[in-house]
């Protein structure tokens, strides 16, 4: 799908994904390695990668559109990591502009991990425009298959920066490994940068390891040269506190995404 990168290149394609299908329903499997744990848990920001392939590969079987991730709603318990997360798409709405789905991750006995909404803009692809791949839904599998992982923490393979933790500061360069064939900031990784953020500016001013839950997101414009910076605001007075996060491209000036977040303190 659009927003999905060269295997075994990108961060994104070795976050420890693979898929399958069950009666003819495509399920998407995320085994969690250390690398994409934050305090013993998944981090949401790999749960929003999955929510975005699972619902995005049955959408985006044109070649000559787009399907660009619009907006995402992430809801977590926060939970231990589980040995294998499983997750099935939903389609609510399907248009020739737009599409929206919701998506369940479950444990392999079905105990409910996460859930997500996601919406899709379909853009025609144009004459300048980069390569799009196809990933057809039945080859689904095959594309996962043999994905090499991390070898390093996950916010460390991003080369997440931190400028002023206490304000939620943080930056990353536009890299080829974090962007998506469609030339922009991957989605999951636009969700990390805002995870970073929210998960350093409440850690540091009321001194608790937190873990984020919650992540609303719109993406509002491709991101050019970057670096991408957050700008970030706490919108309330306890670590439970909603948090305001803009990710803006330094290159212009621009916000590329809204982002609310909120976690809890870990016990």
Do not use: C
Not at 75 to 87: C, K, N, Q, T
Not at 119 to 133: S, T
Not at 176 to 201: I, R
Not at 255 to 267: D, E, Q
Request: no cysteine.
């Amino acid at each position: 799908m659009t927003d999905v990168s060269n295997q075994g290149m990108s961060v994104p394609s070795r976050l420890g994904v693979a898929a399958r299908f069950v009666d003819g329903d495509l399920i998407l499997e995320l085994t969690p390695q250390a690398e994409v744990l934050h305090h013993g848990m998944v981090r949401a920001s790999v749960l929003s990668f999955v929510v975005d392939v699972v619902a995005g590969i049955p959408l985006d079987q044109d070649a000559s559109v787009w399907t660009l991730t619009t907006d995402m709603s992430v809801r977590m318990r926060p939970d231990p990591a589980p040995d294998r997360i499983e997750a099935r798409g939903t389609i609510v709405r399907q248009g020739g502009r737009s599409a929206t789905s919701l998506v369940e991750l479950t444990t392999e006995d079905g105990a409910p991990i996460a859930a997500g909404a996601i919406g899709f803009a379909k853009v025609p692809r144009q004459p300048a425009d980069p390569p799009k791949p196809n990933v057809p839904l039945g080859q689904t599998p095959l594309f996962f298959r043999d994905s090499a992982t991390l070898s390093r923490p996950l916010r460390e393979e991003a080369g997440i920066e931190v400028l002023d933790a206490s304000e939620g500061i943080v930056q990353v360069e536009v890299t080829s490994e974090l962007q998506n064939p469609a030339g922009t900031l991957q989605g999951a990784m636009v969700a990390l940068v805002a995870e970073a953020a929210a998960e350093d500016l409440l850690t540091t001013r009321f001194d608790s390891p937190v873990v984020v839950v919650d992540l609303d997101l719109r993406y509002l414009r491709k991101t050019q040269a970057g670096p991408v910076r957050t700008r970030s605001r706490l919108l309330g007075t306890g670590p439970d506190s909603p948090v305001q996060i803009e990710l803006i491209d330094t290159s212009t000036e621009a916000i590329t995404t809204l982002v609310y977040a909120r976690a809890v303190i870990v016990p």
